[in-house]
């Protein structure tokens, strides 16, 4: 190729770039990449990560969707310039071409450019960074802790909230919307993630250090998360929901969270199951208020008999939608529909209704009882137990009888 | 070539048993059957050597992701429990990762670096030897764990303290971490031969300038791995303690910050992404200039990037720690560099392109593989620079997105890269070409099949899936057709596919094995100094070394420009240029000789291993062997004595010839 070719060449690589660049078929090729790939999404997903639902998923979206674009754009730049040159340039008895070395000047422009577009990305992520990393605004705070395989919520004394006794609960996050909530993460075992895509990114729990997350919803309604730091054979089990509740009700859930606890009615089904509680249960899982025969609390030991050191409150258990770390349903299917996919403005008032008697999930909770690790993948063979020196990673067989288990879920759905 | 040298006009051997000179550290002198293969040294054995293992833990992994996507084709899938499948990928990224794709680097390196450079061996020929059997050791160490107990389950990241004995009660992960260790020196002795190999024994007039771009991309990884190798040794070192000496560098109980282990890991971690892909990008950049008959476009840009993401590839581990909680500094930081690494990552991917933009473009399956690469890579390359975006990778970090962004690099850069090269080469190396036809449709299997397969995990993890989950459930899908069952149903559709497609591979490599036709001495009309020698290549590569004027000295013997049209015309062929290197061939080669110890040495190290899981007392049995190799290797006479072979009067020509023959 002569040099006039080579110039030509060359400049009509800079013009089609330039070109493509242009602002009007990079909205075209935007849209039509975005659509294409919306098209092709599953509708709802519940974990979706381009549909925030809080301010500081906000942020991160605002950040992410021009990213997105531009490396779309990038993308199909070289693709079109690969597709191109393979059908201008294919052999047809054309001369070997002029050994050219390359052109610094060309190169050195293809160089910049890229790192410029890059800066401005990276202002904009810096910001994004220190917005997303701010503790100084927080209205709210949950510890929130990591365990095989489940979240353990704990809610320090905040008198503004009506929290004047700490709350501790499991699976569901329950928060107000519009208030700024700061997690406190940690982890009692091994390291896991928590993530509620709806409402920021993840953040790891980690044994032995506390990391903040901050969330904040804008409406109520349930938004699901899952584990994302691999965490051992039921990794895939361990989820989470955040639900965010009215201001208003959610004060109703914290006057509820803090009740009393009412014994079951005398010579109830749901008496005899306290009593096989208080018998299996009590030994790893606490419920706050709960006598013993002699009139003694009955306090929970979970860190005599699992690993990790401690197993789920079960104080207002029913209050919950899902039990085992959220991998089960409380709710039966028409029940939990009804709830779930409620509009914004009356989920609360269905959430707080907690779990009756007819709603209630009998198949799942059953079967837990009589196997739990049948159900999920746990390190509960006694046989592989001599590194934990016994103790249990998950909840065990406990060879409950029918019976006994009837009695149990009988007393459970008095734990409202 | 240091002290083991022979020379090569006695090289035909007698089928007697050597003679007793040195008793029992006598060199051994077969040149054919099976102990030609177990104690050479020479580096093209050696290449071949790891080219099968590779290709051997390639199925191997290979079926382990089937597996993978068995189980995930449908909601709640049962074809592995959540145990099985916890080991299941964390071997299959084990396998692919320091059993397949850094072998087969390896296994070109050491095939087409000498070659490359005009030289007859590498450095040092006996560790080299070594490299070699370690890895193959450490590679069966590694997988006899899943007839021992069971194999390591904690992901190839094996973050602690989820690899601790309490959390892995198994020895799976006790195999994963004595046999990467050991695999470990095979690196770290394969980077030191190299490098002093490219620095030394390059031919006259080739400076580094006029290095081949494939040596000098592996030149990168090698110096990579000497740097990035003793990082993760020391972590691994840390990990077998605590795991069988009840040390507590990782046990939160005792004040450990188990990010210690991570920081670790991904220093090492991250470089070793470029130590999987550079390899490729040498490739690929070998093979574009040949099959556009025109130079890489801006040589030294390449090289240049080339090292310059060597050196930035240190200091961007911390991106895979974005979720760890490092503080909002350190983040940004990381995603700085981060995108910085972008850059020189680009610069390649212009250079490909206008590599072939005016060229003469011949579509070869080699070439194909090459423009796959291309545009793939680019693919994975973007969704990286999309991580870059810390606050965005928060949402996007051990999701499905993350899975689709590597697969894209590793099998859309590195993989199809491997590819290229393995059409291009194999005329080189086997003397036969590879079917075209054939070729042709395991690339567009190939292709079709790793997008079905890693395409829709793009929208997988952008819509919520996480990474490493034995089931995924119908709650967390979404509705519609295009929910997660769908995607994923399609991904598994993908990988077989894919699988089809290197079934085809090694379906073209017998039905080449068993074609008598021979391949032209030069196929591709290539660039480079190790087309300038017979295919496969004499043991002793060069009968000449040739003196280098020109980067793609090859072709610049073929052709001259023309000074009125600037078009190439050819003055030579690549016979006359063979002819006239015989004629001026060198009277006396020196060749290393072959070697019992490498072989010995390597084996002892998984013995002592092996006792340090089950039984101290065969710990002590393999370091008596690791001893005695060592003081066998020492000792051992720097040349077969002359009495050991069959004296051979003819002329040094004829001699000559009968190498290239055996």
Aim: glycine fraction near 8%; include cysteine; charged fraction near 15%.
């Amino acid at each position: 190729m002569n040099h006039s070719a080579k110039h030509l060449y060359l400049k009509h690589l800079v013009t089609s770039v330039l070109r493509m660049v242009g602002k009007k078929s990079r909205t075209l090729f935007g849209v039509s990449l975005l659509s294409f790939i919306a098209a092709s999404c599953a509708k709802n997903a519940p974990q979706d990560t381009w549909q925030p639902k809080g301010p500081n998923a906000k942020i991160i979206d605002d950040l992410q969707q021009p990213v997105f674009a531009v490396a779309g754009v990038i993308g199909l730049i070289v693709a079109v310039a690969v597709i191109y040159s393979v059908l201008k340039y294919k052999d047809r008895g054309q001369p070997i071409p002029e050994q050219t070395h390359g052109k610094p000047a060309l190169e050195i422009t293809l160089t910049i450019i890229p790192a410029l577009i890059l800066a401005v990305v990276a202002v904009f992520t810096f910001g994004a960074i220190f917005k997303l990393a701010k503790t100084d605004d927080t209205e709210m705070i949950i510890n929130v802790t990591g365990q095989q395989w489940w979240w353990e919520y704990d809610y320090p004394v905040q008198n503004d909230f009506g929290i004047t006794q700490p709350i501790i609960s499991s699976g569901q996050l329950v928060l107000p919307v519009g208030t700024k909530v700061l997690l406190r993460e940690t982890s009692r075992d091994v390291i896991h993630s928590y993530w509620i895509p709806a409402l920021n990114g993840k953040r790891d729990a980690v044994p032995g250090r506390i990391q903040t997350l901050r969330l904040e919803a804008d409406e109520p309604g349930i938004f699901t998360g899952q584990c994302t730091e691999f965490c051992g054979l039921s990794h895939a089990n361990m989820r989470m929901e955040a639900v965010a509740l009215s201001k208003a009700d959610f004060a109703k859930w914290v006057a509820n969270q803090q009740a009393a606890y009412v014994a079951p009615a005398k010579d109830s089904l749901a008496q005899q199951g306290e009593a096989v509680f208080l018998n299996q249960c009590v030994r790893c899982h606490q419920v706050n208020g709960l006598m013993r025969a002699d009139g003694t609390p009955a306090i929970a030991a979970p860190d005599e008999n699992v690993w990790s050191g401690s197993a789920p409150n079960l104080t207002h258990l029913m209050s919950r939608n899902t039990f085992a770390g959220a991998s089960f349903d409380l709710l039966s299917k028409q029940c939990r529909d009804e709830v779930w996919n409620a509009p914004s403005d009356v989920i609360g008032t269905k959430y707080l209704a907690g779990v009756s008697q007819d709603c209630l999930n009998q198949k799942d909770l059953r079967s837990w009882l009589r196997n739990a690790p049948e159900m999920l993948p746990m390190y509960a063979n006694p046989t592989q137990l001599a590194a934990t020196g016994g103790k249990y990673r998950g909840m065990p067989y406990l060879a409950l009888s029918e019976d006994d288990i009837s009695k149990l879920v009988a007393y459970l759905l008095t734990l409202k | 070539m240091a002290i083991m040298e022979r020379e090569i006009e006695v090289i035909t051997p007698i089928t007697a048993t050597p003679s007793s000179t040195y008793g029992v550290l006598k060199r051994p002198v077969a040149a054919t059957g099976w102990r030609a293969w177990v104690f050479t040294v020479d580096h093209k054995k050696l290449g071949l050597m790891y080219g099968v293992t590779a290709m051997f833990f390639f199925i191997v992994g290979g079926v382990e992701a089937l597996l993978i996507r068995l189980q995930l084709a449908a909601p709640n899938g049962k074809v592995l429990n959540a145990d099985l499948y916890n080991q299941m990928f964390t071997m299959h990224a084990t396998t692919m990762v320091f059993l397949f794709v850094m072998p087969m680097a390896a296994g070109f390196a050491n095939y087409f670096i000498p070659l490359q450079i005009g030289a007859r061996d590498v450095a040092f020929p006996r560790m080299n030897a070594l490299g070699f059997w370690l890895l193959l050791f450490g590679g069966i160490f590694i997988n006899l764990s899943w007839f021992l107990g069971g194999a390591a389950d904690g992901g190839w990241f094996m973050y602690a303290p989820n690899s601790g004995p309490v959390f892995s009660p198994t020895h799976g992960i006790d195999f994963w971490a004595f046999g990467l260790q050991i695999a470990g020196i095979a690196s770290l002795t394969g980077a030191i031969n190299l490098i002093v190999t490219v620095l030394n024994m390059r031919a006259p007039g080739m400076t580094l300038m006029k290095m081949p771009i494939f040596t000098w991309m592996m030149t990168v990884v090698q110096f990579l791995l000497l740097f990035a190798v003793p990082v993760i040794t020391v972590a691994l070192f840390l990990l077998s303690f605590q795991r069988n000496f009840g040390a507590r560098f990782f046990d939160v109980a005792a004040g450990a910050d188990p990010l210690l282990w991570q920081h670790l890991f991904w220093i090492f971690g991250h470089p070793e992404v470029y130590i999987l892909v550079l390899p490729s990008f040498g490739i690929v950049s070998e093979v574009l200039p040949v099959f556009s008959r025109k130079p890489l476009f801006g040589y030294p840009f390449v090289v240049f990037s080339g090292a310059a993401i060597g050196f930035v590839g240190w200091g961007v581990w911390a991106h895979h720690m974005f979720a760890s909680g490092l503080g909002p500094v350190s983040v940004a930081v990381f995603s700085l560099t981060t995108m910085a690494i972008a850059v020189p990552t680009g610069v390649k991917i212009i250079n490909w392109t206008l590599t072939m933009w005016g060229g003469k473009l011949v579509f070869s399956t080699a070439m194909k593989f090459s423009i796959g690469l291309i545009v793939l890579f680019t693919v994975g390359g973007l969704s990286g620079v999309t991580h870059s975006v810390a606050p965005s990778d928060t949402q996007q970090t051990d999701t499905y997105y993350i899975v689709a962004h590597f697969h894209y690099v590793l099998f859309g850069g590195g993989v199809l890269g491997i590819f290229s090269g393995l059409y291009y080469w194999w005329p080189k190396m086997f003397g036969k070409m590879l079917n075209e036809r054939l070729g042709n449709w395991n690339f567009w299997l190939m292709v079709i099949g790793m997008n079905l397969t890693f395409g829709p995990m793009h929208i997988l993890g952008l819509q919520g899936q996480p990474r490493r989950m034995y089931q995924f459930t119908n709650a967390r899908s979404g509705e519609g057709l295009f929910n997660f069952a769908f995607w994923n149903l399609v991904a598994s559709i993908g990988s077989f596919v894919l699988a089809v497609g290197i079934l085809l591979f090694l379906i073209n490599v017998v039905i080449t094995a068993r074609n008598p036709t021979k391949s032209p001495l030069d196929p591709w009309n290539a660039r480079s100094l190790e087309w300038m020698t017979s295919n496969p290549p004499k043991e002793h590569n060069f009968d000449v070394i040739p003196t280098v004027h020109h980067l793609d000295e090859f072709f610049h013997r073929k052709y001259e420009e023309d000074s009125a049209t600037h078009t190439m015309r050819q003055i030579a062929t690549a016979e006359e240029i063979m002819a006239e290197q015989e004629r001026n061939a060198d009277a006396h080669i020196h060749m290393p000789s072959p070697s019992y110890w490498p072989v010995v040495l390597a084996f002892g190290l998984p013995v002592i291993t092996f006792g340090m899981i089950f039984s101290h007392l065969i710990a002590v049995f393999g370091a008596i062997i690791v001893f005695f190799a060592a003081f066998g290797w020492a000792l051992e006479p720097s040349t077969a004595p002359a009495s050991d072979f069959e004296t051979n009067n003819s002329a040094p020509g004829k001699a000559l010839e009968s190498v290239g023959k055996s």
